[in-house]
């Protein structure tokens, strides 16, 4: 806990990690963006310095945390710092290799949540997968994660893309429904959040039921009479109407 | 409250409503269903009576709540019973006039909820969309439902698929996407439930911030190199792998 960190990086994820060490008494020593705006923004919530000078950040950190954008991640110049410090990208689908070459000890620390800057958020039982370049540095990686959560694990590139990919699917692709149904929600003339209750419950279910036996509707039914009724009212959207058919293709062949 | 009801049904979306209705101080008269032993198994929570016999069902009950598989409602013949009883289906897609010229006072009544017989749920919040064959009929029913819920209104056949079609979206579909999810989970060698961090901050997030703040992602960020890296994991799931573009594309094209 008398490590210092630094953050590369104030979007979603450094400022989630960052409260979340300070939380746990964590000294976070500097915090570097491009936009100097986000660096004081973050630093202000940890009472701490910030840079937006990439070689005005610090050397004696034990932490570097790369907090960048994928691309960003494949070409950075590693912090000069000294050789014990550990560099850690927190990415789900970079190598953890792209420090590779740069620097003696490097890794991935990749914690499984979706961040906003506006909403901080725990992780006591937030997976994260760490990877290292050799056995001490593991060891390090996992000391450290098991500090913040209760489910840690040793991954590979394999691994964490593929739990990437299940966090798209889970995440991402599920709030693009929320969006398409809100949208139907406006063409009832309903309020939007009247949704609400039902995505609400529809998340509680999977805690105690698989999803197999929570799938409930016309196409758990095969009811193709109401399937129809809606492809209706989805005809002037070719594309919204080609997804509803593959979702309910998906749920038909169960 | 002194009034009388009687549910044709008792599946999910009897069990759940006739338990509210119990909680709430009404009088559940009887309980029928083809399958004895559902009938006995919600007649037991209820402590009330029960039939398997269709013409056993009584006749001086007020309220008639008809829960069954859509295609059983367009064609069952409604309880004989005295002329002010008021018939109600509770579905979602349904036309509202399937008793018209079958009885004298009929209607909808339709939680938008998903239910299942196993989790009692709140209906406090949930929006129950009403509808009845003339003003009277639709004066007593909104009276009804805003003694169940907050979020109550005189609907239309049309209003009401609407609101379906986007509970379809955000439950029946956002379960799938759930079980696809906990699918990639599996291929990780990884607990399925580490997604429910995940999965209930997605519901979370929606109730502050709209989906498409809420929007975060490969393709939120247009990162191509990634959603490549995902399309070659999905590359001997071809089913999944259209699934994973054209959410893709809905997303990238905000």
Chains 1, 2 share one sequence.
Not at 211 to 234: F, N, S, V, W, Y
Request: charged share 20%; net charge negative.
């Amino acid at each position: 806990m008398n490590c210092k960190i630094v953050f590369i990086g104030a979007g979603n994820v450094a400022t989630n990690l960052a409260l979340v060490f300070r939380d746990k008494g964590f000294f976070v020593r500097q915090v570097y963006s491009l936009h100097e705006q986000s660096a004081t923004l973050l630093a202000d919530k940890l009472n701490c310095e910030y840079t937006s000078d990439y070689s005005a950040v610090v050397k004696d950190a034990d932490f570097y945390f790369y907090c960048l954008p994928d691309h960003v991640l494949q070409t950075v110049e590693p912090v000069f710092a000294h050789t014990d410090a550990l560099h850690l990208h927190t990415a789900g689908s970079v190598s953890g290799e792209v420090f590779m070459g740069k620097v003696e000890n490097y890794g991935v620390f990749y914690p499984f949540q979706t961040f906003t800057k506006s909403r901080p958020v725990k992780l006591d039982e937030v997976p994260i997968l760490v990877q290292a370049n050799n056995r001490r540095n593991e060891e390090i990686l996992l000391s450290l994660a098991k500090l913040l959560s209760a489910n840690v694990v040793l991954s590979t590139d394999e691994k964490r893309i593929r739990l990437h990919l299940a966090g798209v699917i889970a995440n991402n692709f599920t709030n693009c429904l929320y969006r398409l149904a809100f949208e139907q929600m406006q063409m009832a003339d309903l309020p939007a959040e009247w949704l609400l209750p039902l995505i609400d419950e529809t998340a509680r279910k999977v805690h105690t039921l698989t999803p197999e036996q929570a799938q409930t509707g016309p196409a758990r039914r095969g009811d193709m009479q109401i399937i129809d009724k809606h492809r209706q009212l989805l005809s002037t959207n070719p594309n919204l109407l080609n997804l509803y058919n593959q979702l309910t293709e998906q749920i038909l062949d169960r």
